[in-house]
């Protein structure tokens, strides 16, 4: 049984459809990369997962559970938390209160060992625990929306857009994050622009252009027609 099952998917706004008739899955432990150029779906596709987005039609099951219809304030008690494009943090909040909000679905007991988790994984966090957010870099307050993501303790964590606008070594960083994670079980759906950095870390890629899969299969698959693939995205690796 997939942990993340998506079948005959459809979703959008009012009238528009942004995607149609997705399916894919993603198993326990494995990192499925959302690839696609801009404009594909794939932030829609990961907000209607986490139920911001209206699906039309189709299915969506966590560990074999119909949440297509579960409202988004019950679905990070399922096991999904987000990572969203633009970090999305309360610039008027510490770190360590952006980390604490981000954790409100667990049992309180667990708030010191799920920040002393995130301490581990991005020691700049625990230097920085007593700074506003707004005063971060761009790659630590990454890190920060990674942080505040796992402090919910999700099965599948979703990624929109990891390295936009970061400096190498942040990006870097976060991916040998994310690696890790993977490593100790964590299910990733990754949206990522950089497609090498995608590849090097995915089990499963899917690609969308103009809200539908025009290719889904194992990375391996994909590194051995990369040219095909990068057809798709219409970007340079």
């Known amino acids: 049984m997939a942990l993340l099952d998506i079948q005959n998917f459809s979703c959008g706004y009012g009238e528009i459809i942004a995607v149609r008739d997705l399916s894919f899955t993603v198993e326990a432990g494995e990192i499925l990369a959302l690839l696609g150029p801009n404009g594909a779906g794939k932030t829609s596709t990961i907000l209607?997962?986490?139920?911001?987005?209206?699906?039309?039609?189709?299915?969506?099951?966590?560990?074999?559970?119909?949440?297509?219809r579960t409202a988004a304030l019950k679905r990070p008690e399922l096991g999904l938390a987000l990572v969203p494009e633009g970090r999305r943090l309360f610039s008027d909040l510490t770190v360590a209160e952006n980390l604490i909000v981000g954790g409100y679905s667990q049992p309180r007991p667990d708030e010191r060992r799920n920040l002393a988790r995130v301490f581990e994984l991005f020691p700049l966090l625990a230097e920085r625990r007593s700074q506003l957010s707004a005063s971060l870099s761009g790659g630590e307050q990454q890190m920060l929306a990674i942080g505040r993501a796992l402090m919910a303790e999700p099965k599948l964590l979703l990624v929109d857009e990891l390295s936009l606008g970061l400096m190498p070594k942040m990006i870097d960083i976060c991916v040998d994050a994310l690696k890790r994670l993977n490593q100790e079980g964590l299910a990733i759906l990754l949206v990522e622009q950089n497609t090498a950095r995608a590849l090097e870390i995915a089990d499963q890629v899917c690609v969308l252009a103009s809200g539908r899969a025009v290719f889904y299969g194992r990375a391996e698959a994909a590194h051995r027609d990369l040219d095909l693939l990068q057809s798709y995205m219409g970007v340079a690796a």
């Not at 299915?59 to 949440?67: A, C, E, K, V, Y």
């Open 48 to 68: 209607a997962i986490m139920g911001h987005v209206q699906i039309k039609s189709g299915t969506l099951r966590i560990n074999g559970t119909d949440i297509t």
